[in-house]
């Protein structure tokens, strides 16, 4: 998978999402708890943008009158159906083994040139202060 250099990691903070656009794909990366996810900014029902619904949590199967509210901020509705989907794997909550969003890894990074990019001259090792948040597809 080639790594894509989407954006510095500074400018999703915790809690929040940003929306890129890498080689012609809409991609949502969220930042859930210092951890960096990223979706397919497309639902798999009818293809709205996934990433403009609210982001949230669900109410788990338990017994009845027993409500069980958990994964807040890990859930992602979609703005036109309500299709919630986990953004940490990408699982539709409703059927998890059959609809999926599509995700990707991400990775943080000093913003230096990738592998595939090596320049062909001498180089010298550089260090920077902030890092940057890196797409693989």
Not at 31 to 53: S, W
């Amino acid at each position: 998978m080639k790594p894509h250099r989407v954006c510095r990691a500074s400018e999703i903070p915790e809690g929040s999402h940003k929306v890129v656009t890498v080689e012609g794909r809409s991609i949502g990366i969220f930042n859930i708890n210092g951890t960096y996810y990223a979706l397919r900014n497309l639902c798999p029902h009818q293809f709205a943008p996934l990433c403009k619904g609210p982001v949230t949590g669900y109410n788990a199967p338990s017994a009845v009158g027993e409500f069980r509210w958990c994964k807040e901020g890990e859930i992602i509705r979609c703005p036109w159906h309500g299709w919630e989907f986990d953004i940490t794997t990408g699982k539709s909550i409703f059927n998890p083994h059959k609809v999926r969003s599509k995700s990707y890894p991400v990775t943080l990074g000093d913003g230096g040139r990738c592998e595939e990019e090596a320049p062909s001259v001498e180089s010298y090792p550089i260090s920077q202060s902030s890092q940057y948040l890196f797409v693989h597809f």
